[in-house]
C-alpha cells in the first residue's frame, strides 16, 4: 500500500507568480482534500475533489483553483501569490463517505517572498 | 460558523502524570469530533474520534454536548506520547474537516 505523497518538498516564489503543488491519493482512496497550514495553526480546509469535481470548498478565495485526474492524484494552483500564502501545504486522501479517516501528505513548505 | 478552540499551546508533564488536552467546540449541528496526532518528523495522523469510543494508545476522549468540550486523556503520560495534537470536528457533508491550532504535549522523563 502506496501512502499519499507531495511535490515539490519546498518551494520558493515572488509575490505575483503562480504555483503549482501536486499530490498523489493513497492507493484505493478516491477523494482528495487539500489543507493550508500556516505557521503555528492548524491546517485549515482549501477544497476538496471527489470523481474530479470540487466537492467542497472552504474561505478561500477563487485564485486558489484545483484539478483531480482520472487516476485521483490532484493539484492544487495558486495564482497571483501574495505573502500570506506562505504556508504547508498538505493533501489528504480518502475513500468517499469515510472523509473523516484523511490520510495526509507530508506536505509542501511554500515560500512567498 | 463552525470552529475548534485549543487553550493551550504547550502542555509539559512528567512521565507517569496525567494528561489532559482541552478542546471546546461551536457547532449548531451534530458534530463528528477526531483527535490527529504529528509525532516529530511524522505526517499528521488520526488518533481517535468520538464515535469509535476507543481507548488508541490509552488514550480516549469523550464528548460533552452540554459543555460542547472534547478533551483528550491519558491516566500515565509515556515519553513516546510527545506530539503535536489538534482536535478536529466535522459537520454536515463529512467533507471538511476544521482544525484548532494544537497543543504541543512535551512529556519529560
Known amino acids: 500500500e502506496t501512502g499519499v505523497t507531495q511535490s515539490p518538498t519546498h518551494l520558493i516564489k515572488t509575490r505575483g507568480q503562480q504555483v503549482t503543488l501536486r499530490c498523489s491519493s493513497q492507493s484505493g482512496h478516491n477523494t482528495v482534500s487539500w489543507y493550508q497550514q500556516a505557521l503555528g495553526q492548524g491546517p485549515q480546509f482549501i477544497f476538496q475533489?471527489?470523481?474530479?469535481?470540487?466537492?467542497g470548498r472552504g474561505n478561500f478565495p477563487p485564485r486558489f483553483s484545483g484539478l483531480q485526474f482520472p487516476n485521483y492524484s490532484s493539484e492544487l494552483n495558486v495564482n497571483a501569490l501574495e505573502l500570506d500564502d506562505s504556508a504547508l501545504y498538505l493533501c489528504?486522501?480518502?475513500?468517499?463517505?469515510?472523509?473523516?479517516?484523511?490520510?495526509f501528505g507530508p506536505g509542501t513548505r511554500l515560500t512567498v517572498t | 460558523a463552525q470552529r475548534v478552540t485549543q487553550p493551550e499551546k504547550l502542555l509539559s508533564v512528567f512521565k507517569g502524570a496525567p494528561v489532559e488536552l482541552k478542546c471546546n467546540y461551536s457547532y449548531s449541528g451534530s458534530p463528528e469530533l477526531f483527535w490527529y496526532v504529528q509525532y516529530s518528523r511524522q505526517r499528521l495522523q488520526l488518533l481517535l474520534r468520538?464515535?469509535s469510543r476507543e481507548s488508541i494508545k490509552g488514550f480516549t476522549a469523550d464528548l460533552n454536548k452540554g459543555e460542547t468540550s472534547f478533551h483528550l486523556k491519558k491516566p500515565f503520560a509515556q515519553e513516546e506520547d510527545s506530539a503535536m495534537y489538534y482536535c478536529a470536528l466535522t459537520g454536515t457533508g463529512r467533507r471538511a474537516l476544521t482544525f484548532g491550532s494544537g497543543t504541543r504535549l512535551q512529556v519529560q522523563p
Open positions: 468520538h464515535i
Open positions: 475533489y471527489y470523481r474530479e469535481e470540487e466537492n
Open positions: 489528504a486522501s480518502s475513500l468517499a463517505g469515510t472523509s473523516y479517516e484523511q490520510y
